[in-house]
C-alpha cells in the first residue's frame, strides 16, 4: 500500500476534533468529516513538519493504522517529552473538554493516559508495557471509539536512523462497526498524524 504524505494544518486540527459525540459517528458523518480532511490536507502539503502515515490493513474486524515521525533531537529527551509533557503537546481539539482538560501519562505498566477537569475524568488509554527509550504501549479505545465499544493497542516505538530518533506510532484495532471500516481507518490514522506530530513540533521547538 502506497504511503501518504500527512502534514499538520489549523484546518487539519479543526476538522477531526476527537470531541465528536460517539452517536454523530454516523456513516455519512464519516464520509463528510473525510471529504473535509482531504480537501484540508490537498492545501497544506508542502508544510513542514509531517508525519509518514499508512493504513496498512482493514477488515470486517478492525484495521492497523501506522504514522512515524524522524527527528534530530536525541530519543532520551523525545521519550521524556512523550510521557512527562503531553499535556503541552496533544492537541486540545483532540480531547473531551478541550483547553479545560488537563492530560497526563502514568508511565508504568497500569498507568493512566488520563484528562482530567475538574470534577469530570477520562481514561483514554491504559498503559499495559513501558521499556523507556524502545516502547510505550497503551490500550484501549481512543477517543470516540472507546464509546463505539472497540479495542486495540497503541505501540510508540523508539527506534535509530543514523543519528535521528525515529517514533513510530501504530495502532491496531478491533471491534465491531455496522458501517465497516473503510471510512473510519482514513480518519483514525489522520488524527493520529495530527498527534504524532503535536510530539514533533514540541521536541523541535
Known amino acids: 500500500m502506497n504511503r ?111 484528562e482530567i477537569a475538574g470534577d469530570r475524568s477520562a481514561v483514554h488509554m491504559t498503559i499495559s508495557f513501558v521499556d523507556p527509550e524502545s516502547t510505550l504501549r497503551m490500550t484501549g479505545g481512543l477517543g470516540p471509539l472507546q464509546g463505539m465499544g472497540m479495542y486495540g493497542a497503541l505501540d510508540w516505538a523508539f527506534s535509530q536512523q543514523q543519528d535521528n530518533t525515529v517514533v513510530t506510532l501504530t495502532y491496531r484495532m478491533q471491534g465491531i462497526n455496522p458501517d465497516g471500516f473503510e471510512a473510519l481507518a482514513p480518519i483514525v490514522d489522520r488524527v493520529q498524524a495530527i498527534q504524532l506530530n503535536g510530539l514533533k513540533q514540541f521536541v523541535e521547538n
Open 4 to 114: 501518504v504524505l500527512v502534514t499538520l494544518s489549523i484546518e487539519m486540527v479543526t476538522c477531526l476534533p476527537l470531541v465528536i459525540h460517539t452517536a454523530s459517528l454516523s456513516k455519512n458523518h464519516l464520509q463528510q468529516t473525510a471529504m473535509k480532511t482531504s480537501i484540508a490536507l490537498a492545501t497544506t502539503l508542502l508544510v513542514a513538519p509531517y508525519a509518514l502515515g499508512d493504513v496498512t490493513f482493514i477488515s470486517d474486524n478492525g484495521f492497523i493504522v501506522e504514522n512515524r515521525i524522524e527527528t534530530t533531537i536525541d530519543s532520551k529527551t523525545v521519550w521524556h517529552a512523550l510521557v512527562n509533557d503531553v499535556d503541552k503537546w496533544w492537541p486540545k481539539d483532540h480531547s473531551w473538554w478541550g483547553e479545560q482538560g488537563t492530560f497526563r501519562i502514568d508511565d508504568k505498566a497500569g498507568g493512566c493516559f488520563c
